[in-house]
């Protein structure tokens, strides 16, 4: 990995290593993001800070001082995932410290910093950190006293009340347990225990998001091993949630710990983590390491799924503009797109699949396409998909990083079920930035994933069909501006 694919447009600090968003919110007219950093290497550290970055409109940031750094007992090993909330006007921090005090009974425990100015660049934290969960007793008798894990919190306010979530796992009988404990205070500071919000049998669920969309209620979170982003939609009555339904925020491999946050318009905004699929040996070559996602609006569709749409405000990133339609794309090897290539573009397509059983398109593909990236519609297993198994010659493009593991062939096919109604088009609004391919399908399926080409020349761009024939009705492509100066 080097420099051919730093991204151009998605957010990313200056060097070394980023994973989750943290602390997203609007104060001030402009949108603050903040992020785990290891500001010194490219690789994860336990004393982990808060990077800080700034924006008037979602797309273009300006790097600012870190916000939070490892420097209380509290948080010795690390400040860790968190968010951030306006409580009486001064925009608060809400973060997990990692300290390792045999005192506590928590090893991770909250705490929260509060911003200090209009522009929010020094953070003063709690001088009453950790703060204080009582009673404690309930939640050691409801789990056996086998707390394994205690992080991430979420919060939210009805009324007066602040409701705060926490993420777990517990050994119960032998089994493991996610649990989000639900607590309440008055003042962010002292909180007591209610009782678990939502529980189920697997994994460990972190990063949780809990929000009413329309006349439902969201619950997003990612199993800590899993290795994806989950939702459910359901009720909440009585400060208990009980789930409906249950989707995949992204099935790319890339996407991990979504973070949603609400601007002064009302809109749901996700940014996630894209983790590097490449060996780790290659991130520390090259000097960095973790991407952000772009921002994408959440919605409610009827059926009870959620809605993304990539954030309108990224149309300021178009450049020059090709445009075709109507073309009859068949299993014949031709040039459908002539004079179009890049590694850094926005793509916006309408493709009827008529009697087609694979229809996409091919992105950094090179000239003899021994490296290429097939993003396509599978009729027959009812997929969408993006194949990367020759995406690069590189051994070590899809080693895995330290938090990813090893790919196998089969495994750099990422899919996900996606399903068209008789006589309704794919959509596809496709995003590529070097080493990021960012899928929007339908607006209700995305996959993001991450390519590393090995070939100058893999820049080409084309479509296919197989088994049949199928239309492009319309095929808008755009360059897109960088945002950064590498």
């Not at 104060?27 to 800070?49: A, L, R, W």
């Not at 049998?201 to 990612?222: A, E, H, Q, Y």
């Not at 396509?376 to 997929?383: A, E």
Request: aromatic residues 12%.
């Amino acid at each position: 990995m080097d420099c051919r694919h730093r991204p151009t447009y998605h957010f990313l600090p200056p060097k070394n290593w980023m994973n989750d968003p943290n602390g997203l919110l609007c104060f001030n007219g402009k949108f603050h993001m903040f992020y785990q950093y290891n500001p010194d290497e490219t690789v994860f550290k336990d004393d982990i800070k808060w990077g800080h970055a700034v924006s008037t409109d979602l797309v273009y940031w300006k790097h600012l001082p870190i916000a939070l750094r490892s420097d209380k007992f509290y948080d010795k090993y690390g400040c860790w995932s968190g968010m951030a909330v306006i409580n009486n006007g001064v925009p608060t921090i809400l973060y997990i410290g990692a300290q390792h005090n045999e005192q506590l009974r928590f090893s991770h425990t909250p705490c929260i910093a509060t911003g200090k100015g209009k522009d929010l660049v020094r953070w003063e934290k709690h001088p009453d950190n950790p703060i204080k969960i009582t009673p404690l007793e309930p939640i050691f008798k409801w789990a056996n006293k086998q707390v394994v894990y205690s992080d991430t919190p979420f919060a939210w306010r009805e009324g007066k009340t602040w409701y705060i979530i926490l993420a777990a796992k517990v050994a119960e009988d032998s089994r493991k347990k996610g649990i989000l404990w639900l607590f309440k205070s008055h003042d962010l500071i002292n909180w007591q225990y209610l009782h678990p919000l939502f529980d189920w049998n697997g994994d460990m669920l972190v990063c949780p998001n809990f929000f009413r969309l329309g006349s439902k209620w969201v619950l997003i979170v990612t199993p800590l091993h899993g290795g994806k982003t989950i939702y459910f939609v359901g009720n909440y009555k009585d400060h208990k949630f009980k789930p409906e339904f249950q989707g995949e925020i992204d099935l790319g491999g890339s996407f991990f710990a979504a973070q949603v946050f609400k601007d002064p318009t009302g809109r749901h905004i996700m940014f996630g983590w894209l983790r590097e699929m490449c060996s780790q040996r290659m991130s520390i070559k090259a000097g960095w390491c973790g991407v952000m996602s772009l921002p994408r609006i959440l919605t409610l569709n009827p059926d009870g799924r959620l809605n993304f749409e990539p954030a309108p405000e990224l149309k300021i990133l178009r450049g020059k503009h090709k445009q075709f339609s109507n073309i009859n794309v068949t299993s014949a090897a031709k040039d459908y797109l002539p004079g179009v290539s890049g590694d850094c573009l926005e793509i916006m397509t309408e493709l009827a699949p008529n009697n087609t059983s694979k229809v996409g398109l091919k992105l950094r593909s090179s000239p003899e396409a021994a490296e290429e990236t097939l993003v396509y519609y599978d009729s027959k297993t009812h997929k969408l998909v993006v194949d990367c198994r020759r995406s690069s010659k590189s051994t070590a493009a899809h080693k895995g990083t330290v938090t990813a593991k090893p790919l196998t062939a089969s495994k750099n096919i990422h899919s996900s079920p996606f399903y068209l109604s008789k006589g309704e088009n794919l959509k596809l609004h496709i995003f590529l930035d070097r080493s990021v391919v960012e899928v929007y399908a339908n607006g209700n399926t995305c996959l993001s994933c991450r390519i590393y080409p090995s070939q100058k020349n893999s820049v080409g761009v084309n479509m296919f069909a197989k088994g049949g024939d199928a239309t492009a009705v319309t095929m808008d492509i755009w360059t897109t501006k960088a945002i950064w100066k590498h």
